[in-house]
């Protein structure tokens, strides 16, 4: 089956069963798919095609749980084994990104619960690939999803000793300073965010400006997230002292 006529049988059978039935579906896939990849690719989809948080975290979670059972079976095959956790891996740091409120994402609404499960997902891919060998620039890019959801919970104080984490990781690539500028800002903006306002703002501006004055499109684009992030939870943080 092609990836677009098993995302529209796992639509269908939400619909007309529940999404036990439809995991049951993919399940049975082994035979002629890759499974893990399957769970994958439908993440993905439900949250850019169906926009459902719902979906993401029910396949993420029966994903994960496919992955880490068939990786202890094949422990004796390191390989095997590694691969299978690092695509569970991956599928908690695409849950954790898809729960995190701070893109602001059009038509998908995370309720606080979800909220909860990203962050789950974010401690466990930060786990798991300490034990996978990896790259400074793997570390840093999970390290960041997980601070970012300690913003969004306002656990300001662990979110900083997060960025810091993913700051000394990306400060070992030489050809791409941009990752170490980008979390220097998110330093800066979780200062700001928890009214250490005198030590952030500098901290900020200067990751901003930095980021502003390269000519590529990656600075760019962090340039505008971190404005964009520092704009979304400064508004929800006023929005909550008003109740």
Wanted: charged share 30%.
């Amino acid at each position: 089956m092609t990836r677009v006529e098993i995302y529209d049988t796992v639509q269908s059978l939400a619909v007309e069963k529940d999404l036990y039935a439809a995991s049951e579906f993919v399940l049975g896939l082994w035979e002629e798919t890759d499974v893990g990849k399957v769970f994958e690719d439908l993440m993905l989809d439900c949250y850019w095609k169906a926009k459902s948080v719902e979906q993401v975290i029910h396949f993420a979670n029966a994903g994960i749980h496919y992955c880490l059972a068939h990786a202890c079976e094949y422990d004796e095959d390191a390989d095997s084994a590694r691969e299978l956790r690092f695509s569970a891996k991956r599928m908690a740091t695409n849950a954790a990104s898809f729960t995190w409120i701070g893109w602001d994402e059009p038509d998908v609404e995370i309720s606080p619960e979800q909220m909860r499960h990203g962050i789950a997902f974010a401690r466990y891919a930060v786990r798991q690939l300490h034990e996978l060998d990896p790259t400074d620039a793997q570390l840093a890019f999970t390290f960041w999803h997980l601070g970012a959801h300690l913003i969004a919970a306002g656990s300001y104080a662990e979110a900083q000793s997060i960025f810091e984490a993913a700051r000394d990781h990306s400060a070992s690539d030489d050809r791409n300073p941009d990752n170490r500028t980008m979390a220097e800002g998110y330093i800066g903006l979780t200062k700001i965010l928890s009214g250490d306002n005198e030590a952030g703002e500098p901290e900020f501006d200067a990751s901003i400006a930095a980021l502003e004055s390269r000519e590529n499109e990656d600075a760019a684009f962090f340039a505008k997230q971190l404005v964009d992030v520092r704009t979304f939870f400064e508004k929800r943080k006023a929005g909550n002292a008003e109740r």
